[in-house]
């Protein structure tokens, strides 16, 4: 497609707590190119959304990006000034967020924030702004749009809120549109209008797209390309497809079968990933995900963690035990538990703690 | 017509001309000021009941004298008879309330021939002028003390001010004011050969107002830079304020329009009772300073039993606090779109 838009190259984003060092971004390189949408996905707490604040230089204290570039057309967003950074925020890359109940200013005119986005940089004069808030409340479908411009959000439903937000977000038409978790806080019959929305958003005005999820159906849905996440670290990218059809790494597997399924035999029982994401502080050695994986081998656990491998055109997996080279039997047995026998019969041992805690040496008693 | 449960629409039981106005905002907020004004007759009634019902379950009589001369039966039967005090207590307390519906409020027993109106006219405006003057001081000192600690958290300035937050707020005020006198009026003098000194009593719209004002408001002042930082470093760790830096505003924009206009709400909500307290004096800081206002009266007149002086100063200081928290309610509609007149 077009040129590559946003290149980060290393990223590292650190947080300096009483507890020691938090790792939420730990060496992150992907790019976005013009036009495209790019989804992130990986259970809470695996660094996606510090991955997107860092890219605006809006991570909060104590953060810190700590290294590596962000490189959007090819200047590097670390080292820019203040007045650099408050210009390139919104009008190059503009982010949506997580939850539209808090992220609109409950004692400002919705149309004020909208119009203010636009004022804030150089393209739109304020008499031309205050005219392209209702037409851009229009075309994220706010009915009565003139009239609500003078409303304030408590006036507002959760996902007009959210249209709002998106209206504001594309009101500089910036090249880039992060969306965190644009739908997560909205019921379903809302969820897909704005999937629509956005759908539609991105073809018409070649907006590129960075959406970052946990809702696999929503990458389904909106996305061509996907990068999943895990312990701060990315663990598989590659085109959507490709990935829905033969994840390689065993937690991307995971995610997708944890996902209901109507197409599907419903013999198969849903799986949950057993257990929670590593301390991000303290994470396990080797491979971060050896702890909940269903096909953990010794070789996870102590040799250091693989690299990104192509495991397929333009698929880049980080793992030891591709999913193709599983077989049937294991993976039957993960199908059934959602767990090794070994992982299972730790778990079991000691329920909450073995999350995230380095191994306990040798596995073989118990068994 | 069928009755349909539930509440009627508001103002529906109104007569039409009536229920227009009720529709708009500004005819609402009318009709809630006009309520809540209404509302103070009854909470003034109050106050005057248990005020009343206090002061004469309280043993010993406004004719009782510590180490005076004491009167004889003679005496204070006439009194009695002349301030009404000889009627059964239920029947006077009927009458008071009758006088202050006619903007009675009596006459004082300890200044002969003079009325409770008279006495709270001439102390009155003593109190209210360094009470306003002090307010006027907290606005900004307070707010905005608080405001800059609040954006420049655990650096030297955030720490000198609620250092000198904490100083002031643990020092009772007549340690201060004692203290001021001593150093910019005694040593001052002394150090200047008196050229330059701020004078330790009296009162004059002029420099003898500083050191009262001062004096008064340093606690408000103390607590309102608390109040103002913890609730704007409240209001910057909010999802909207971070919405606001996505978009690329200038920090000035963030802060007043996101942050500000947001953490201050609390502070104006605090900003009504602070300047009921302010205008109704500090017994302290009029002695201290000897300003012959309402402070200092009130206690005299409960030294002394006063009653009619006693009752007309708690009506006064009530209609005070009731005003000043109404102005609040109305000043709520303004900064807080949510808020919803009822």
């Known amino acids: ?363 073989n008693a118990g068994s | 017509m069928a009755v349909i449960a539930g509440r009627p629409a508001r103002g529906a039981l109104l007569p039409p001309r009536l229920r227009a106005i009720t529709g708009t905002r500004s005819g609402a907020l009318a009709i809630f000021i006009i309520r809540r004004i209404l ?28 180490g005076g001369r004491q009167l004889s039966d003679t005496v204070v039967h006439n009194l009695n008879v002349r301030y009404g005090l000889d009627k059964p207590v239920p029947q006077q307390f009927l009458l008071y309330v009758w006088n202050v519906t006619h903007f009675d409020f009596g006459l004082s027993y300890q200044y002969q021939g003079k009325t409770v109106s008279d006495l709270l006219l001439e102390s009155w405006p003593y109190t209210a002028t360094i009470g306003v003057l002090a307010f006027l001081l907290i606005i900004p000192v307070g707010v905005g003390l608080g405001v800059l600690a609040a954006l420049r958290q655990n650096t030297r300035v955030d720490y000198i001010t609620m250092g000198f937050a904490t100083i002031a707020a643990s020092f009772p005020n007549f340690v201060i004011g004692a203290l001021m006198v001593v150093v910019l009026s005694v040593l001052a003098y002394k150090a200047t050969g008196g050229n330059f000194y701020l004078p330790a009593a009296g009162f004059a719209v002029d420099d003898s107002l500083i050191m009262p004002v001062v004096t008064l408001a340093l606690l408000p002042i103390a607590y309102t830079a608390r109040l103002t930082r913890a609730s ?20 000035r924009l963030v802060v007043i329009r996101h942050v500000l206009k947001n953490s201050l709400i609390p502070v104006v909500t605090t900003l009504g009772p602070t300047f009921a307290f302010l205008v109704t004096g500090s017994v302290i800081v009029e002695t201290v300073f000897a300003i012959p206002g309402i402070g200092r009266a009130f206690v005299t007149a409960i030294e002394s039993r006063d009653y009619p002086m006693i009752l007309g100063t708690t009506v006064l200081f009530s209609l005070v606090v009731a005003v000043a928290n109404l102005i609040v309610d109305v000043l709520y509609v303004f900064i807080d779109p949510r808020v919803r007149l009822t």
């Open chain 2, 232 to 251: 704007t470093l409240e209001t910057i760790r909010q999802d909207y304020v971070r919405t606001a830096w996505a978009k690329g505003l200038p920090e």
């Open chain 1, 1 to 363: 497609m077009g040129q590559t838009l946003l290149q980060l190259e290393d990223l590292h984003t650190q947080f300096f707590t009483s507890r020691g060092v938090v790792r939420a971004v730990d060496g992150i390189s992907f790019h976005v190119d013009a036009g495209e949408t790019l989804g992130v996905v990986g259970e809470s707490g695996c660094g996606k959304t510090m991955t997107a604040l860092s890219i605006l230089r809006l991570v909060p204290d104590p953060g810190r990006i700590t290294s590596g570039r962000i490189l959007f057309r090819g200047r590097d967003v670390t080292k820019m000034t203040d007045e650099e950074i408050r210009e390139f925020r919104g009008n190059d890359v503009a982010m949506i967020f997580q939850d539209p109940m808090t992220s609109l200013n409950p004692v400002t005119k919705v149309g004020t924030q909208i119009e203010e986005a636009m004022t804030a940089h150089e393209r739109f004069t304020e008499r031309l702004a205050r005219g392209r808030v209702v037409e851009l409340l229009k075309r994220v479908r706010v009915p009565a749009a003139e009239s609500r411009v003078k409303d304030y959000p408590h006036q507002f439903s959760g996902g007009m809120r959210q249209r709002a937000m998106i209206a504001m977000g594309l009101s500089n038409e910036p090249s880039l549109l992060i969306a965190d978790e644009p739908t997560t806080a909205l019921d379903v019959t809302v969820q897909a209008q704005i999937i629509q929305l956005m759908k539609q958003l991105n073809r018409e005005l070649g907006t590129a797209m960075m959406l970052i999820t946990h809702n696999m159906a929503l990458v389904a849905s909106l996305c061509e390309r996907v990068v999943v996440m895990y312990a701060g670290r990315i663990v598989e990218e590659g085109p959507v497809e490709q990935i829905f059809r033969s994840p390689q790494h065993p937690y991307t597997w995971s995610l997708l079968r944890s996902v209901p399924r109507v197409d599907e035999a419903r013999k198969e029982r849903l799986v949950s990933i057993k257990g929670l994401p590593p301390d991000l502080s303290h994470p396990p050695p080797g491979c971060k995900f050896h702890p909940r994986c269903p096909f953990v081998i010794d070789k996870c656990k102590t040799e250091p963690e693989p690299q990104l491998e192509e495991v397929g055109v333009n698929q880049v997996a980080r793992c030891w035990r591709l999913m193709r080279t599983i077989n049937e039997e294991e993976l039957d047995a993960a199908k059934s538990s959602g767990l090794s026998k070994d992982a299972a019969a730790r778990l079991k041992q000691e329920p909450s703690a073995t999350v995230g805690a380095p191994p306990s040496g040798n596995n």
């Open chain 2, 39 to 66: 509302w103070m007759i009854p909470i003034l009634f109050f106050v005057i009941l248990i005020t009343f019902s206090l002061m004469h379950l309280a043993p010993g009589s406004p004719w009782d004298k510590n």
